[in-house]
């Protein structure tokens, strides 16, 4: 069976940091991409960041790039999102998701709740 | 960026009655157009990939269609576990991007 769990959300201030990780199993990890996708308090889904199952290719939005870096470990099945020059606007629930290679995302996390607030 | 734009905002129908959701892209995805639901403190679950194929487990009586840039998913039979929000999500071009979504309610 197919298994992600987000863990690392936190209430941080504005400006400060924070590191998410992602753990999965019941699959070939390295042949997948994985990605964060986040929720607003009330609001719709945003794609937030992907890797590719080599970790040779990431993507960011443009509302993170340059302030969050995603990154994998493929001999641990994790996934990780450093969260840095965090704003209120990022406050949310965070999912870790499984991403087929150039489609869509399959299985998800039940997320991890990110507030940034002083 | 494409902007994916779903409709109606919130659509009230009866149980046992059919649901038809829309969701229209800024722009050419080809197939490229998955379906998710999500309900209250759940994380979203796949519904449709490629516009009209069902993923693992999904019931028959939720279908997809469209291609290019105008999408519907259809709910046969509604079920009281299907009142829900539906969200539309492309994958033809980065940055992927979400509609905004579309809330079941009962009617």
């Known amino acids: 069976e197919v298994q992600v769990l987000e863990s690392g959300g936190d209430l941080v201030q504005p400006g400060g940091s924070l590191r998410l990780s992602c753990a999965a199993s019941?699959?070939?990890?390295?042949?997948?991409?994985m990605g964060w996708v986040r929720q607003a308090p009330g609001k719709g889904l945003v794609y937030v960041s992907v890797?590719?199952?080599?970790?040779?290719?990431?993507f960011y939005a443009d509302s993170v790039k340059g302030r969050f870096t995603i990154s994998r470990d493929n001999s641990r099945n994790t996934v990780h999102l450093e969260m840095n020059s965090l704003r209120a606007e990022d406050t949310g629930v965070y999912y870790c998701?499984?991403?087929?290679?150039?489609?869509?995302?399959?299985?998800w996390g039940q997320g991890t709740l990110v507030t940034v607030s002083s | 960026e494409i902007v994916m734009t779903q409709s109606p905002a919130t659509l009230s129908v009866s149980p046992g009655e059919r649901a038809t959701l829309s969701c229209r892209a800024s722009q050419s995805v080809s197939n490229n157009l998955a379906w998710y639901q999500q309900k209250p403190g759940q994380a979203p679950r796949l519904l449709i990939f490629?516009?009209?194929t069902g993923a693992t487990g999904i019931p028959a009586r939720f279908s997809g269609s469209g291609s290019g840039t105008e999408f519907t998913l259809t709910i046969s039979s509604l079920q009281s576990e299907d009142f829900a929000v539906y969200y539309c999500?492309?994958?033809?071009?980065?940055?992927?991007?979400f509609g905004g979504g579309t809330k079941l309610e009962i009617k």
């Open positions: 999500q492309q994958y033809n071009d980065w940055p992927l991007t």
């Open positions: 490629g516009a009209y």
């Open positions: 890797i590719s199952g080599s970790a040779l290719t990431t």
């Open positions: 019941g699959f070939t990890f390295s042949n997948y991409d």
């Open positions: 998701a499984r991403r087929i290679p150039s489609n869509h995302f399959d299985s």
